[in-house]
């Protein structure tokens, strides 16, 4: 089955300091990635819609300067969090859309852990 | 606003028995609807899609129902074992973008098989 990525799968870092966060499609090439953050208990929620070669397409409330997303080729998206706060701390998860799937099934990443200090 | 629903009361059953989760939507009318097992820490996986023109679909021991009037879909899971002890989320096709739709997911519903 279509299998998804993402590296690190924990970090941690200081206040102010930027992390990067990479989602690879292993198996297929994704045109359209997904980046979610979860907190405790909480439910996915959508932060943005990457496309490849093309600028990612922010939900509202998203700040877009912080959050920067870059689909550089059809196998990889990344997110940085800069000047990351202890807010921002959450669990990070991508998801890519499988074509063989009819575009309609997203494969999940295993997660990023963020932990801000 | 659209608003999907699922027991947030975690659910407790007995190895062997058949657990039954709800998931409900409003101001709604999804194309289908998805089922994903969450483990903790780990990203959700992929279990179930369910069109609006059917009413039910099974895979292996899972079986999925969708009633478009009640808005409401049910999720069952038979002889159930201690492995399927996780969080199971439903989810619903958004807005549709050029290449894929955006889903909306509910909170979940923890489900524990005890032995």
């Known amino acids: 089955g279509a299998v998804v990525s993402q590296h690190p799968s924990r970090v941690i870092c200081k206040s102010g300091t930027s992390v990067k966060i990479e989602c690879r499609s292993l198996?297929?090439?994704?045109?359209?990635m997904f980046w979610y953050r979860q907190f405790p208990k909480q439910s996915l929620m959508l932060m943005a819609t990457?496309?490849?070669?093309?600028?990612?397409?922010?939900e509202q409330g998203v700040e877009k300067d912080k959050f920067l997303i870059n689909h550089a080729s059809l196998t990889l998206s990344t997110l940085t969090v800069t000047s990351a706060h202890p807010e921002d701390s959450s669990f990070y998860i991508c998801?890519?859309?499988?074509?063989?799937?009819?575009?309609?099934?997203?494969?999940f990443g295993p997660g990023t852990r963020l932990l801000v200090l | 606003s659209q608003k999907i629903e699922q027991n947030s009361e975690a659910l407790n059953i007995q190895e062997g028995k058949t657990a039954t989760l709800t998931c409900n939507y409003t101001?709604?009318?999804?194309?289908?609807l998805q089922w994903y097992r969450q483990d903790p820490g780990r990203g959700p996986v992929f279990l179930l899609l369910?069109?609006?023109?059917?009413k039910e679909k099974r895979k292996e021991r899972l079986k999925v129902t969708f009633d478009t009037t009640l808005k409401q879909s049910l999720f069952h899971i038979t002889a159930s074992q201690p492995a399927d002890s996780a969080t199971y989320l439903c989810?619903?096709?958004?807005?549709?973008?050029?290449?894929?739709?955006?889903?909306?997911f509910g909170q979940g519903t923890e489900l524990s098989v005890k032995p």
């Open positions: 998801s890519a859309l499988e074509p063989a799937s009819g575009q309609e099934t997203q494969y």
């Open positions: 198996d297929f090439q994704a045109t359209t």
């Open positions: 990457s496309n490849e070669g093309s600028k990612a397409t922010y």
């Open positions: 101001n709604y009318s999804p194309a289908y």
């Open positions: 369910i069109r609006e023109n059917e």
């Open positions: 989810a619903l096709l958004g807005v549709v973008y050029n290449q894929g739709g955006k889903l909306i």
